[in-house]
């Protein structure tokens, strides 16, 4: 599994949520996750929960952390639990930077008390399952929902993605090992 940092601001509007993006745009091939900043403004095209877009939600939020993941298989049920792994590794890297439990994964987005500090969401396409996981680093100020962004906790962005680039492939490849080492029963 291959992880990169991009350093150039980029915006996420969920049209970055397809096959092989990060290949077409960064030359990463095979399974991989890559980070970037940037805002995030996604329309009801882009929006892959349903209730959300049933809702008629509208996702915009002025600057963002966002990882998109991507891996080569088709289960959607094992993109969610690498959802769920992925936002546990953010949750698990701020609480460490902020010296307590501060923010819990709620399925798969991010509070910090009644407030949402970030989102996240799992899909599949013909090739690949995939992954996009945003922290709001500015809160939205026009919403319904109360929130946060990392700035009420005077983090860096650019601390937290190479972290948790390189926490997320580790975990990945140690599942792969485990799944390797592992006798089958009879």
């Known amino acids: 599994m291959r992880s990169r940092f991009i350093k150039e601001e980029m915006g996420y509007t969920g049209d970055q949520l397809h096959s092989l993006f990060a290949y077409d745009n960064f030359g990463i091939a095979g399974d991989s996750i890559i980070s970037f900043i940037g805002p995030c403004d996604i ?60 923010v819990k994964r709620i399925e798969g987005d991010f509070f910090v008390n009644d407030a949402k500090l970030g989102m996240s969401a799992a899909t599949a396409s013909p090739v690949s399952s995939l992954i996009h996981t945003g922290v709001n680093i500015i809160k939205p100020e026009d ?44």
Not at 59 to 79: N, Q
Not at 148 to 173: C, H, Q
Request: hydrophobic share 40%; proline share 3%; charged share 35%.
């Open 43 to 102: 329309s009801l095209k882009g929006i892959v929960d349903l209730e959300d877009a049933k809702a008629g939600k509208r996702i915009y939020v002025p600057m963002m952390l966002h990882f998109i993941a991507e891996h080569f298989d088709i289960d959607l049920e094992k993109a969610i639990l690498r959802q769920y792994l992925l936002v546990d590794i953010v949750k698990d890297f701020l609480n460490e930077k902020l010296g307590k439990l501060v």
């Open 143 to 186: 919403t319904n929902t109360k929130s946060k962004g990392l700035t009420d906790f005077s983090i860096d962005p650019a601390i937290i993605a190479p972290e948790v680039l390189e926490r997320y492939t580790k975990e990945n490849e140690k599942i792969s090992i485990v799944r390797c080492k592992t006798r089958w029963v009879e």
